[in-house]
């Protein structure tokens, strides 16, 4: 993880501004939608600003966001936008999200379940990890823990599956979560190299 890198919670990211490169506001993000099979970004939904504002049929898919700042998304042009139903078919997007699913090792340990997921990145955005809230097997029955990812993840029917070493790199504060998750796949790469 380099210094511009930052963690955030993906709820951050709900309500942050959608703006052109030539400074037009074209709505704010609404939900991030995740693609479940390899733990990444598939896009946005939109809404309009405002206090009693309404989601859109339109969203906005990862490959068209030109970066993420602190302040705002940016694109290119309002042309990048894409119908919803393109983004995340309905019957896709419930799949899609994670929240609320369980956390399982690949030894058959339940972690928890899912209620954020962690972001890394300074422009560019990377699903590194799991805000869960946590199970007996964890020794914080019922706090909030944050568990690294793997560069990919495994899905089966409602639970995520994560290799049983992850257990050793759970933190209970996002501020040092970045350093766990570098340690936790610097490991996963060890252990492929020697296998």
């Given at each position: 993880m380099t210094a511009s890198d930052r963690l955030l919670r993906a709820r951050e990211l709900t309500g942050r501004p959608v703006v052109t490169l030539?400074?037009?506001?074209?709505?704010?993000?609404?939900?991030?939608?995740?693609?479940?099979s390899g733990g990444r970004i598939a896009g946005f939904t939109l809404r309009n600003p405002g206090l009693f504002s309404r989601a859109r049929k339109d969203s906005?898919?990862?490959?068209?966001?030109?970066?993420?700042?602190?302040?705002a998304v940016m694109i290119r042009d309002p042309d990048t936008l894409v119908p919803t139903k393109e983004l995340a078919p309905r019957k896709q997007a419930r799949k899609a999200d994670v929240l609320r699913d369980r956390v399982l090792t690949d030894n058959g340990r339940d972690l928890g379940k899912v209620i954020d997921v962690v972001l890394q990145g300074g422009t560019d955005l990377e699903v590194v990890?799991?805000?869960?809230?946590?199970?007996?097997?964890?020794?914080?029955?019922?706090?909030?823990?944050f568990i690294p990812l793997p560069d990919t993840v495994a899905v089966s029917g409602e639970n995520l599956i994560l290799p049983a070493a992850a257990t050793e790199f759970v933190s209970?504060?996002?501020?040092?979560?970045?350093?766990?998750?570098?340690?936790?796949?610097?490991?996963?790469?060890?252990?492929?190299?020697?296998?």
């Open positions: 030539g400074g037009e506001l074209e709505g704010e993000i609404k939900d991030v939608v995740f693609e479940r906005l898919p990862w490959e068209s966001v030109h970066g993420v700042g602190r302040d990890g799991y805000e869960v809230e946590a199970s007996e097997a964890l020794g914080t029955a019922g706090r909030r823990v209970e504060d996002l501020a040092g979560f970045g350093a766990a998750v570098d340690q936790f796949r610097a490991r996963l790469r060890e252990s492929q190299e020697e296998a």
